[in-house]
């Protein structure tokens, strides 16, 4: 019993991480129809950012600040300057950005050097419960409570605001959502953004989480992230949550029992629900 | 694009590079320009998916690898003789054959995104095995083998790598001359209409498929016979991006933009190394890689031999009809 909590907790937390990061993904999918191969990339930076301002300053808050913004920044300029050129084209958009994913993950090492960084937890999260000889580890608590805080700050946002009106409107039809007057250029930006300050917290969670961090993390993760976008259904957020846990609890279970099989078992799923279900559980486009 | 002139230029240049070592005997460049050769047939095959048909694959590693893996268990298992080398290829053929129709077949239904991701996952299938199956592969570390004799000798082995260039040129081009090759060409530039003239689409793509799976398999025996070792790299991400990067930058679409890729990304991947000796960055240099790339990518999405054919085509117009050579540009940009 107790080895079932623990694995579905350690689940948890690993789905909650994809799922920040598939959530940008997705959504950028949804909205711009642009598949960001250099997602990853952003996980990775916010990741290097972050663990480098929590090891500098001391505080572990003010480290995921700087991932989230970071994370932003990064996006802001991917949009500009990588991904505006070629909208609307899909082969060149997998072909640069494919590219900037090779430039960012050397940047990486370039700034912070080819080893990998060790990453420890902050005091007041390091530790465990116990609860009946049920072992429960802080940190990863602390990561599913803030995956599940994104996961509803942004489902509010795309709900209840009117912003979030303005781009679901804009996934269902962007043309009608701009001769309605709406800048979508800003609102794509905005998305962007979003997206990316999402995939750099992720990463930043990730460090004290694995315990080291490295350059070719972002490919790795990203892999993860586009099996969890194409099982939930790309552009569907709900999808990609549900997904995302679906695929950290399997990943976990898999570890434990048939470990073996455990790489394989991501890939297999995916090539299950797309020869049976091109769109994905939850998508609604083919 | 298939006049007779170029015929001539292209004799010459295979000519000149079949004579060159016995006339330049220096053993780092024979080994250079061989690894060019292999990745050229590599890069062919690629631009077969991604230049003829349209369709970007990120599993095209996957073809590669068992080619590699093939002649290297053979080679381990058997004794490294000539017969046991030429059932190695016919195997290879076979296998790459097999696992591209049906991955074609279970694939290419889908679009373009889903598709790239889908041929990602296979290719990490592959990895996965090649990492697990360790009775047979080894597992990460990989393995040597000894090759056959005729394979041994530096020049011959150079010799082969430029014949099997060369073939796979010949053939491919015929290929895409082929009233078939025609119908990729046209699912390329626009799926729907080829599919509402009757053209089963998923059949056309499945042969280019096939065709483009067989001759990386090809590659991948060249390369693992060139190092006499094979490990799990042969099925990773970078092989996939290397055929990638070499036909975009080359050319999109045409056979010999492909070779002049692989030429110069083999030989950048050299000099670049060599300059980490003077200045740490270019120790990073696949920076600079990406960055050309993305630029590539952005400014100049044909390549040098599109650009450079575009820019013929655009002159031949402007010296004839010059009203329709302006609306052709407009068209186009």
């Known amino acids: 019993m107790d080895v079932l909590i623990n694995l579905s907790l350690n689940g948890l937390a690993t789905g909650m991480l994809i799922f920040l990061l598939?959530?940008?993904?997705?959504?950028?999918?949804?909205?711009?129809?642009?598949?960001?191969?250099?997602?990853?990339?952003?996980?990775?930076?916010?990741?290097?950012?972050?663990?480098?301002?929590?090891?500098?300053?001391?505080?572990?808050?003010?480290g995921i600040i700087g991932a989230i913004l970071t994370g932003m920044i990064l996006g802001i300029v991917t949009e500009r300057w990588i991904i505006k050129p070629v909208y609307g084209n899909h082969v060149q958009q997998i072909l640069i950005t494919l590219g900037l994913m090779l430039v960012l993950s050397e940047m990486l090492?370039?700034?912070?050097?080819?080893?990998?960084?060790?990453?420890?937890?902050?005091?007041y999260l390091s530790g465990?419960?116990?609860?009946?000889?049920?072992?429960?580890?802080?940190?990863?608590?602390?990561?599913?409570?803030?995956?599940f805080a994104v996961f509803l700050a942004v489902q509010y946002l795309l709900k209840k605001t009117k912003i979030g009106l303005v781009v679901r409107a804009g996934v269902m039809n962007k043309e009608m959502v701009q001769s309605l007057g709406v800048n979508i250029q800003r609102v794509f930006m905005f998305v962007f953004m979003i997206g990316a300050g999402?995939?750099?917290?992720?990463?930043m969670l990730l460090g004290p989480y694995s315990g080291v961090i490295y350059a070719d993390m972002g490919m790795e993760f990203a892999i993860l992230a586009f099996i969890v976008v194409v099982i939930g259904g790309m552009g569907s957020f709900t999808g990609s949550v549900m997904a995302a846990i679906l695929v950290?609890?399997?990943?976990?279970?898999?570890?434990?029992?048939?470990?073996?099989?455990?790489?394989?078992?991501?890939?297999?799923?995916?090539?299950?629900?797309?020869?049976?279900?091109?769109?994905?559980?939850?998508?609604?486009k083919g | 694009m298939f006049s007779n002139r170029m015929n001539i230029l292209y004799l010459i240049v295979a000519g000149f590079l079949a004579v060159l070592p016995f006339v330049y005997d220096s053993r780092s460049m024979l080994i250079l320009l061989s690894q060019v050769f292999i990745f050229a047939v590599l890069a062919m095959s690629y631009d077969i998916l991604l230049g003829y048909t349209?369709?970007?694959?990120?599993?095209?590693?996957?073809?590669?690898?068992?080619?590699?893996?093939?002649?290297?268990?053979?080679m381990k298992r058997f004794e490294p003789e000539t017969s046991y080398f030429l059932l190695a290829v016919l195997v290879t053929i076979l296998l790459t054959a097999v696992v591209s129709y049906f991955v074609g077949l279970l694939t290419l239904r889908l679009k373009s995104h889903f598709y790239a991701m889908l041929t990602m996952a296979f290719a990490g299938l592959f990895l996965v095995l090649a990492e697990k199956w360790r009775t047979v592969t080894y597992g990460n570390d990989g393995f040597t083998f000894r090759v056959p004799?005729?394979?041994?000798?530096?020049?011959?082995?150079?010799?082969?790598?430029?014949?099997?260039?060369?073939?796979?040129?010949?053939?491919?081009?015929?290929?895409?001359?082929?009233?078939?090759?025609?119908?990729?060409?046209?699912?390329?530039?626009?799926?729907?209409?080829?599919?509402?003239?009757?053209?089963?689409?998923?059949?056309?793509?499945?042969?280019?498929?096939?065709?483009?799976?067989?001759?990386?398999?090809?590659a991948g025996i060249l390369y693992a016979v060139s190092l006499r070792f094979v490990n799990t790299s042969v099925f990773t991400m970078d092989i996939t991006l290397d055929a990638l990067l070499m036909t975009i930058i080359g050319g999109v679409g045409t056979l010999v933009g492909a070779i002049i890729g692989a030429g110069i990304i083999e030989f950048s991947h050299h000099w670049l190394t060599e300059l980490a000796k003077v200045h740490w960055i270019f120790e990073r240099w696949i920076i600079f890689f990406g960055i050309i790339y993305i630029l590539a990518v952005m400014f100049f999405p044909m390549g040098i031999v599109g650009s450079l054919q575009k820019l013929k085509f655009r002159k031949k117009k402007k010296t004839s009809i010059p009203v329709e050579s302006e609306a052709v540009s407009q068209g186009d940009s």
């Open chain 1, 248 to 284: 950290g609890l399997s990943g976990s279970f898999m570890a434990y029992y048939v470990p073996d099989l455990a790489l394989a078992a991501n890939m297999l799923l995916m090539a299950v629900v797309l020869i049976f279900r091109p769109q994905g559980l939850f998508g609604t």
């Open chain 1, 198 to 203: 999402m995939a750099a917290l992720g990463g």
């Open chain 1, 109 to 123: 090492k370039v700034v912070w050097g080819p080893n990998q960084i060790s990453a420890v937890t902050p005091d």
């Open chain 2, 149 to 218: 004799d005729f394979l041994k000798d530096r020049t011959d082995f150079y010799l082969i790598c430029l014949g099997s260039m060369v073939i796979v040129f010949i053939l491919l081009k015929r290929f895409t001359n082929s009233p078939l090759g025609r119908v990729l060409q046209a699912i390329r530039e626009n799926e729907q209409r080829t599919e509402s003239l009757g053209y089963s689409v998923l059949h056309y793509k499945v042969i280019a498929s096939v065709v483009s799976g067989v001759i990386a398999g090809i």
């Open chain 1, 128 to 147: 465990s419960w116990e609860f009946g000889g049920i072992i429960i580890i802080k940190y990863r608590v602390f990561i599913i409570a803030v995956g």
């Open chain 2, 54 to 74: 349209g369709i970007v694959s990120f599993g095209h590693a996957m073809f590669f690898g068992i080619g590699a893996y093939t002649v290297g268990v053979f």
């Open chain 1, 22 to 62: 598939a959530a940008g993904l997705t959504l950028i999918f949804g909205l711009m129809d642009v598949l960001n191969f250099a997602h990853g990339g952003l996980f990775a930076w916010g990741a290097y950012s972050g663990i480098w301002i929590y090891t500098s300053t001391g505080s572990f808050f003010i």
